[in-house]
């Protein structure tokens, strides 16, 4: 899948374009507001920002954004078309006949809707078994979720399509079993929505109070474990049954009013926009985006350290862009030293300097490392199966600073490769050319089962004596052995 279309640019829309396009998949867009394409271009800087920073594994070239004048020039040769358009079902069903007028014969066409029924939507298709809803959440270029809804002429084939290519876009397919009004995710939330509506109307909590009752308390344990995990757990040592023997006479209680609607008036909603005003109004929506996206980002990264939930997804993207970033052999100019970083700094790799601090010129140095390791076939497949390199010495000069969003590059020379032992030196450069830092790196190879030194793989050792012996009529790198310089005290 190397093309795709969007119809819509709205919150949603403009999402899927950046999902899309900064997964290196060329976009072509329709959307016939006058404004559309200002709006999008915001969506996509903030987008940027957070997608830069969800991962440290090379980004994919960015695909290109094309703006389309109707929406067959836009389906034209797109091998998944997304539908971002009102949610309104004669407005939908007009838009699929358009589509269908232009759009190649095995192209998906999956629907954004949060609620209507496939099977309504593709009632007036020709070929209705390539139509899905695929349900993502806002952001959609951060949060991992869309859920897969097929409707009575779905065919498996495109159910199968959607669940091969929406992880490689970083994201978590669930596939909804029986076709049902607002699917799962949404129907939960009108839960917790109505039930807050009734909490403000009668004047027991603000906006605000029950915000924090959500992001203090239960929406912490929900971000990692969802709901029957997290009740699992609050069962003690006899678990799930025990939860409901305990708590479930409480369901008869009328602790709740879900069966009940506030009447939807002026009052209330001058109520509720009011005090969210109050709450939240000192900033504005691109920086509320910027603070949820940031928060995310973190969230995320911290639950991939224990490979669980939405970190575990992260986790599977990223190796799938290191895997797909990696250099061949065959591909590398070995008369020179080797390129293995190019990125910006990110904002929050810095001091109060605004200068990217000590820490993270490791960061560049242990990157390049690792995307050196993959060239030569230390990939994750590699590591899975019981071998890998650890660091075991590294001395790292600082010579220029550099600052946030400034590009920087980094090239690494073999100066050593002989059984056990490999020796890096990476030279770390800013974007104009100046030289910023150099770091030299003794690694052994390691037995992951024993936990001791061992002799690399032979297709392993190969490569890097392939390296060792080209690098070896390169000029020593200048501050190559150095150390600090300090005499030893005897």
Known sequence: MTKAA????????????????????????????????????AVLENAWHAFSRL???PAPKAGAITYADS?????????????????????????????????PADAVIASSTSGILPTNLQAKMENPERLIVAHPFNPVYLLPLVEIVGGEKTSGETIAKAEAFLPELGMKPLTIRKEIDAFIADRLLESVWREA????????ATTEEIDDAIRYGFGLRWAQMGLFETYRIAGGEAGMRHFLDQF????????????????????????IAGQSDEQSGRHSIRELERIRDDNLVAIMQALKVNDWGAGETLGAYEKRLFDAGAQKPSEIDRTKPVPTLDRTVPADWTDYNNHMNEARYLQCFADASDAFLRMVGVDADYVAKGGSYFTVETHIRHLAEVAALQPIRCETQVLEAKGKKLRLFHTLYHGDGTLLATGEHMLLHVDMATRSASEPAEAIAAELAKFADAHASLSMPEGAGRAIGQPRKG
């Open 6 to 41: 969007c119809i819509g640019g709205g919150v949603i829309g403009a999402g899927w374009i950046a999902r899309l396009a900064y997964n290196g998949i060329d976009v072509a867009v329709y959307d016939p507001a006058p404004d559309a394409r200002a709006k999008i271009d």
């Open 55 to 57: 991962t440290m594994a």
């Open 71 to 103: 929406v067959a020039e836009a389906v034209s040769d797109a091998g998944w078309i997304v539908e971002s358009v009102p949610e309104r079902l004669d407005i939908k069903q007009a838009v699929y006949a358009e589509m269908e007028a232009g759009a």
């Open 197 to 204: 509506l009734w909490l403000v109307r009668d004047g027991v």
């Open 248 to 271: 479930g006479p409480t369901l008869s209680w009328p602790w709740t009013r879900l069966m009940d609607v506030p009447e939807y008036n002026d009052e209330l909603v001058d109520l």
